[in-house]
């Protein structure tokens, strides 16, 4: 699918400025300062100096909090955000309201207790982020996330993204009549977006431990409506695609 971009110039800026290069910077910024988010519920808060929340601002990490301070800036980290920064970049330590750091395994445990199906839709979250893809939540979509190719503010969202699970511990319950699918293949056509539905196959592993994520792998699947006007004997083109990568 090729790339819908905002405006002339666009994808020259993309080019020249990389999201693997925007976030590797990010990292080496978070790493030297040592920072340390807050955990609050279901979300973690990030106080950054100022040249720190331009590079969050660039990687399109978390939403800026208002506040008074003018040396500060806060962020809003979502769970698979913040859990991201901390386990896949190993560039952002997190602790708890009594200020003591939480390892992996709490942050783990505790992110399991907030969302049930954290492990799936963190796999998820990784496997788009790990692409170099901006992502985002989806609810305002219908869907769990939004993934942009670049910067927002360069380019248009190309999927909604609904996260899938194998078995009994379905992710989100989505899809599974016929009504809902139409329906959302309905809301993606209206907003101009592909649906994307990504499968998470535990391949026999629980979910005890973040290390299951490298046993876990995802099924990309993109779905289309069926038109009738296109859909003649000599159409060969498929409405869904799949390909399995970790």
């Known amino acids: 699918?090729?790339?819908?971009?905002?405006?002339?110039?666009?994808?020259?800026?993309?080019?020249?400025?990389?999201?693997?290069?925007?976030?590797?910077?990010?990292?080496?910024s978070l790493i030297q300062s040592d920072a340390r988010?807050?955990?609050?519920?279901?979300?973690?808060?990030?106080?950054?100096?100022?040249?720190?929340?331009?590079?969050?601002?660039?990687?399109?990490?978390?939403?800026?909090?208002?506040?008074?301070?003018?040396?500060?800036h806060w962020f809003q980290l979502d769970m698979e955000e913040a859990f991201f920064l901390c386990y896949s970049l190993k560039c952002l330590k997190i602790v708890g309201e009594d200020k003591r750091p939480k390892d992996v395994q709490e942050l783990w445990q505790h992110m399991k207790s907030k969302k049930a199906a954290f492990p799936d839709f963190y796999k998820a979250y990784s496997h788009l982020r790990l692409k170099n893809w901006v992502v985002r939540p989806?609810?305002?979509?219908?869907?769990?996330?939004?993934?942009?190719?670049?910067?927002?503010?360069?380019?248009?969202?190309?999927?909604?993204?609904?996260?899938?699970s194998e078995g009994d511990g379905?992710?989100?319950?989505?899809?599974?009549?016929?009504?809902?699918?139409?329906?959302t293949l309905r809301l993606c056509l209206g907003v101009v977006k592909t649906l994307l539905v990504l499968s998470i196959s535990k391949n026999?592993?629980?979910?005890?431990?973040?290390?299951?994520?490298?046993?876990?792998?995802?099924?990309e699947r993109t779905v289309s409506r069926w038109v009738p006007e296109q859909g003649r004997e000599d159409d060969t083109s498929v409405d869904v695609e799949s390909q399995v990568s970790q």
């Open 37 to 72: 988010g807050i955990l609050c519920g279901c979300s973690v808060l990030l106080a950054a100096e100022e040249e720190q929340a331009h590079l969050l601002g660039r990687a399109y990490f978390g939403n800026r909090v208002i506040n008074a301070e003018k040396d500060k």
């Open 170 to 183: 379905e992710a989100n319950g989505r899809l599974r009549v016929w009504s809902d699918i139409h329906g």
């Open 204 to 219: 026999g592993h629980d979910a005890a431990s973040p290390s299951c994520l490298e046993n876990y792998t995802v099924d």
């Open 138 to 164: 989806g609810f305002k979509y219908g869907a769990d996330f939004v993934a942009y190719r670049h910067h927002p503010n360069l380019v248009h969202s190309d999927y909604a993204v609904l996260v899938s």
């Open 1 to 28: 699918m090729a790339r819908k971009w905002k405006a002339k110039g666009a994808e020259a800026k993309a080019l020249a400025d990389p999201m693997s290069k925007i976030v590797l910077q990010l990292q080496s």
